[in-house]
């Protein structure tokens, strides 16, 4: 079993990208030594009886100087308190916890597809697959051009990227899901990996299944413990139910049921 740490980790920056989304660098030596692509942590937000149960975000980037970065969107009282954190603050973390995206040592290309704030844990993926000299292309979606975080992130990491945006300000009207088929006929990747709106990621799992790819998914679910213990963040499988927090939050897209 992998360390976990419970720590005071410092505020090193904040920047809010766009009003009510929010990037913040953390220091821990500890979680940025042993965190993997697609980990999270536990963050104690805010204080008092109101804040009893922390939340849960992606590991978004692991940073040289023993830091790493958490990108989120204000959805809550939680959320709204963390986003008020300010420098040298400390705040109390647990992690890295779940499982990681799986990156066999003989890959060779891969497809990332991003939804909206689900872009977060892939650039830590899209780091690690530089990294290794892993080719990978990209699909980042979102609602308009302002929302796609991390996009010239992904441009620098990537052999191309290729955006969507709903409203037509950025690159192919429409959605995420609307270029898969062509970039797989394009890019012939060995393994894709996901994450966004749980409706994008059937279809992804879908496509990967109909051209025999093999695919990888990270899901989002409510969490009170993070330790498997509270069995609150339950996914349906085809072998039963399974927890986001212990078995995830990466799974295999095959194993999965999903929802109508």
Known sequence: MNAIYRLQAEVLNKEELIPGVFRIKLFSEEISRA??????????????????LRRPFSIHRRLSGNAFEILFQVVGRGTEALSEVRLHDFV??????????????????????????????????????????????????????????????????GRQIFATTEDGTAGHCGRATD?????????????????????????????????????????????ACGLGACLSCVCQTRDGYRLACKDGPVFRAEELSWKA
């Open 179 to 223: 270029l898969i088929h062509e970039v797989i006929k394009k890019s012939a990747p060995e393994r894709i990996y996901s994450c966004g709106p749980e409706g994008m990621l059937k279809v992804v799992a879908d496509v990967a299944a109909a051209f025999g790819i093999d695919c990888q998914v990270s899901v989002e679910r409510r969490m």
């Open 92 to 157: 109390d973390v647990l992690g890295p916890l779940g499982n990681s995206f799986e990156i066999p040592p003989d890959l060779s290309s891969a497809l990332l597809v991003a939804g909206g704030v689900g872009i977060a844990p892939l650039i830590f993926l899209a780091d690690e697959l530089n990294s290794r000299k892993v080719r990978f292309y990209a699909i980042q979606g979102a609602t308009t051009q302002q929302r796609l975080f991390c996009y010239m992130d992904l441009k620098r990491l």
């Open 35 to 52: 965190a993997k692509p697609g980990q999270f942590v536990h963050v104690a937000c805010g204080k008092g009886r109101d804040f009893i």
